[in-house]
Nanobody, 119 residues
């Protein structure tokens, strides 16, 4: 059974940076797709970025492209989201998720970590 635990959220000022981590339990394979999602209060959860354990390809939503970088450390079973040039609209709960069969279903989710960006 896959378990995911996010960490690294907190408070940052606009223009600052945060690095989120997602530790994945159990066996991982290169075909798995790991994703980051976020949900702001009163808004629908949205896709942020995704990566395969092989390191490629990567995917980004347009609003974060060029500012956020998704990466992974296979030896640590950890996926990272490096967030730079943060904006107040990046404020949300960020979730790590796993798609183990390429269906884009993302049926495995972490508990979320809060990111707050002040202006």
């Amino acid at each position: 059974q896959v378990q995911l635990v996010e960490s690294g959220g907190g408070l940052a000022q606009a223009g600052g940076s945060l690095r989120l981590s997602c530790v994945v339990s159990g066996r991982t394979v290169s075909s798995w797709r790991m994703g980051w999602f976020r949900q702001a209060p009163g808004k629908q959860r949205e896709f942020v970025a995704a990566i395969r354990w092989s390191g490629s390809p990567t995917y980004y939503t347009d609003s974060v492209r060029g500012r956020f970088t998704i990466s992974r450390d296979n030896a640590k079973n950890t996926v990272y989201l490096e967030m730079n040039s943060l904006k107040p609209e990046d404020t949300a709960v960020y979730y790590c998720a796993a798609d183990t069969d390429g269906s884009w279903s993302y049926n495995y989710w972490g508990q979320g970590t809060q990111v707050t960006v002040s202006s």
